[in-house]
């Protein structure tokens, strides 16, 4: 994940993630289409493509919740 740039995901937006669905993140860089990685609260949740403020998933990261 170190070659692809980070998005930070809303709240709503990382749990949609963990779920395997588009999930919104904050974007001031990547371009439509461009592979990112999101995280939420200093950890990776997922592995996607960057469409229209949102992240589509390849890639989920299953974490438990503290």
């Known amino acids: 994940m170190h070659d692809l740039p980070e998005l930070p995901a809303t709240p709503e937006?990382?749990?949609r993630l963990r779920n395997g669905n588009p999930g919104?993140?904050?974007s001031s860089t990547v371009g439509y289409g461009d592979e990112a990685?999101?995280?939420?609260l200093g950890r990776a949740v997922a592995v996607g493509i960057?469409?229209?403020g949102?992240?589509?998933?390849?890639r989920v990261f299953n974490q438990d919740t503290e």
């Open 13 to 15: 937006g990382a749990a």
């Open 24 to 26: 919104m993140v904050i």
């Open 37 to 40: 990685w999101a995280s939420y």
């Open 50 to 52: 960057y469409k229209a």
């Open 54 to 58: 949102e992240l589509h998933p390849s």
